[in-house]
């Protein structure tokens, strides 16, 4: 039995079922000078610089012609909705449990070493090259590790990046492991680490760590002090919202994922129901995590093989672990939660609601709804950016239009927008009647971050044959 699973990109060789993306496109401009905006009691920031257009398309469009937008339809009366987590509830200074075993080693071609796991925790391996002996050509050094029973079966196996041993760039520091979490106590499972220096022989120190497992409470500032290089949180995610991870100073990087089944024997990067931010990622600052997201590639449903992309639930309402990799010895780490922005079906509707959107350094899977009731039709939104008395140099948009039965109609992928544009205009085709799901992202590269005020312009009929 083996729990590593790998996430492959399957190409289909038979005739597939197509769903038609158009590309949709953002653009941005400085015409208008928004009206400010205040979110969580911070100033907003704005400065009005040209700024060139943004589109997915070869066809030059100029600023009189796409700056014209069209009156919503909606009857209803606008609410302005404004997301963010709930106000921090109390402080906790928070100590993580964790053992280092030590194992020296001297002058060796290879080294092995095992220990046996008895308890409910998370374990990586790092070691250190103090000297290189008898090197010889293209001295390597390869490490890896491997779990499993007693009785030689073995669950799990993963290889470290081999070390050219004449090059000091590599050889110095401390190399580290991935991690791997054993989350049932009695299974006696053995932990097996294996360097081996090839055409040389080798010194220095293995460490093994063990580091039990922290469970957190929503809208708590813990304070961190002693961290090692890898830590585990658990805490009960909501589907209907998106999670709110807040961490200071900014640094490391973080990965949320839920166990496939109260039986499973270890837990890996390569599990299922597994997120780490994509597309443009700074350090760990202030990052959203979704519940559902956007997935391109290939599937078979119901025997039928279909290309495109698709909305993927990815986190239920359960125990959710987030592991933090090299955070930093000392920082302070807040969970919120950003209520009814997850789900499909618990969102707000964007024709009769305006939303502010919280300071993010990463945010996906930001779930709007949205009525089309003429089709095909352009779906244009707003977006106003909120800075903080700090504004990041650049931010990042992208946004994607999904159908009732989920699948992405309309994309844009993250386009670079100059942080001195006053307004972002996204625009995506629907290209029939019907509810609709829109998933917005967005990023910078800075600590800050950046929030949105999102406001739904309205529908502008279009020509798909054209």
């Given at each position: ?5 790998t ?11 197509i ?5 949709g ?11 400010s ?14 700024t ?7 066809t ?9 937008t069209?009156?919503?339809t909606s ?12 106000n921090?509830?109390g ?11 030590e ?7 290879s ?10 925790v ?7 090259i ?8 293209n ?9 499993g ?10 290889y ?6 004449r ?16 989350p ?6 053995h ?57 200071t100073?900014?640094?490391?990087s ?15 990067s390569?599990s ?29 449903v ?6 495109g ?19 930093g ?23 009769s ?48 239009l999904v ?13 670079y ?30 600590p ?18 054209t």
């Amino acid at each position: 039995m083996f729990m590593g699973i790998t996430k492959i990109l399957t190409v289909f060789i038979i005739i597939p079922l197509i769903i038609i993306v158009t590309v949709g496109y953002i653009y941005i401009t400085n015409i208008a000078t928004p009206t400010s905006t205040t979110m969580q009691k911070t100033e907003t920031t704005k400065t009005s610089t040209t700024t060139s257009m943004v589109q997915k398309t070869t066809t030059t469009k100029t600023p009189t012609k796409t700056t014209v937008t069209p009156k919503t339809t909606s009857k209803l009366p606008i609410t302005t909705i404004t997301i963010t987590p709930e106000n921090i509830v109390g402080e906790k200074t928070l100590n993580i449990e964790y053992e280092v075993l030590e194992f020296p080693f001297k002058n060796l071609g290879s080294m092995e070493k095992e220990i046996v796991i008895n308890g409910s925790v998370l374990v990586y391996y790092k070691f250190k090259i103090s000297a290189i002996m008898e090197p010889g050509k293209n001295p390597t050094l390869v490490h890896y590790f491997k779990v499993g029973f007693g009785n030689g079966s073995t669950i799990h196996t993963a290889y470290g990046q081999p070390i050219n041993l004449r090059d000091p760039s590599e050889v110095k520091g401390k190399h580290l492991s991935s991690w791997i979490y054993i989350p049932r106590g009695n299974l006696n499972l053995h932990y097996n680490v294996n360097i081996t220096a090839h055409r040389a022989k080798v010194s220095g120190t293995l460490e093994i760590v063990l580091v039990k497992p922290v469970s957190l409470n929503y809208n708590v500032k813990y304070f961190v002090k002693n961290s090692p290089e890898i830590v585990l949180f658990t805490i009960v995610k909501d589907e209907d919202s998106l999670l709110y991870v807040e961490k200071t100073p900014s640094g490391g990087s973080i990965e949320v994922l839920q166990p496939i089944s109260e039986s499973s024997y270890v837990i890996t990067s390569f599990s299922e129901n597994h997120w780490t931010p994509t597309g443009i990622v700074s350090g760990l600052s202030k990052t959203i995590v979704p519940s559902y997201v956007i997935v391109f590639g290939g599937r078979i449903v119901d025997g039928t093989a279909i290309n495109g992309g698709w909305l993927e639930r990815r986190f239920t309402s359960e125990d959710t672990y987030i592991v933090l990799l090299n955070p930093g010895s000392e920082f302070s780490l807040r969970m919120g939660s950003l209520d009814n922005m997850g789900f499909p079906k618990a969102t707000y509707n964007i024709v009769s609601h305006d939303i502010i959107l919280p300071m993010a350094s990463h945010a996906e899977g930001v779930l709007f709804n949205i009525t089309v009731d003429k089709a095909p039709s352009q779906v244009v939104l707003e977006l106003t950016p909120i800075f903080s008395s700090k504004k990041p140099e650049n931010i990042w948009v992208g946004a994607d239009l999904v159908n009732s039965s989920g699948y992405v109609v309309s994309t844009t992928p993250l386009e670079y927008i100059s942080s001195s544009s006053n307004k972002v205009f996204v625009k995506l085709v629907a290209p029939s009647k019907g509810e609709y799901i829109i998933s917005l992202s967005y990023a910078t590269m800075e600590p800050y971050g950046v929030g949105f005020y999102v406001k739904f312009l309205g529908l502008k009929t279009v020509d798909l044959g054209t």
